[in-house]
């Protein structure tokens, strides 16, 4: 008798039933959704601060600081709409997200899109070498980022 045939079909059986358990539940789905979106909205912010600083005046324009701040925002943005896209409304998640999000998912793009080029604005302002450029540019960055927040996210 071989039992090399039974041994296989036992561990199919035992890695198919593990595959199949190890599956996230729809929950553990949302919640994964919520923690990588923040996870991408908190490396933009941390990002966002020395632009912020330099479009309002509060510390010198610093060209190269400033182009890699809007590089990293404009990279983290082409991430934002994938990251979206996962629906969480119907779950029990801790977010600031509006429904909004879901139900007009063009608007959303296009407010993401328009960050990502005024973030690619700044590393064409810091081309320039010009500090009134990169300030200005720098400045357009957190109206995106406030106007995506005024229309998407729970006033805070």
């Known amino acids: 008798m071989n039992i090399l045939?039974?041994?296989?079909?036992a561990v199919s059986v035992l890695l198919l039933t593990t595959a199949v358990l190890a599956q996230p539940t729809p929950q553990e789905q949302?919640?994964?959704?919520?923690?990588?979106?923040?996870?991408?909205?908190?490396?933009?912010?941390?990002?966002?601060g020395?632009?912020?600083a330099m479009?309002?005046?509060?510390?010198?324009?610093?060209?190269?600081?400033?182009?890699?701040?809007?590089?990293?925002?404009?990279q983290l943005s082409l991430m934002m709409t994938d990251y979206f896209a996962y629906d969480t409304r119907d779950f029990d998640v801790e977010t600031e997200a509006l429904p909004v999000i879901w139900?007009?998912?063009?608007?959303?793009?296009?407010?993401?899109?328009n960050l990502t080029n005024a973030?690619?604005?700044?590393?064409?302002?810091?081309?320039?070498?010009?500090?009134?450029?990169?300030?200005?540019?720098?400045?357009?960055?957190?109206?995106n980022c406030?106007?995506?927040h005024d229309d998407f996210r729970v006033d805070n």
């Not at 949302?30 to 966002?48: D, G, M, P, T, Y």
């Not at 479009?55 to 404009?74: C, F, H, Q, Y």
């Not at 009134?132 to 357009?140: E, K």
């Open 55 to 74: 479009g309002r005046g509060d510390i010198p324009v610093n060209a190269e600081l400033a182009g890699k701040a809007a590089t990293r925002i404009s």
């Open 103 to 113: 139900e007009q998912p063009d608007a959303f793009a296009e407010k993401v899109m």
């Open 146 to 148: 406030g106007g995506c």
């Open 50 to 52: 020395p632009l912020r």
């Open 30 to 48: 949302a919640e994964r959704a919520v923690e990588l979106r923040q996870s991408i909205l908190k490396l933009v912010a941390s990002n966002f």
């Open 119 to 143: 973030a690619n604005a700044v590393v064409a302002a810091v081309e320039s070498g010009d500090a009134d450029t990169i300030r200005d540019a720098a400045g357009s960055v957190g109206r």
């Open 5 to 9: 045939p039974k041994a296989a079909v």
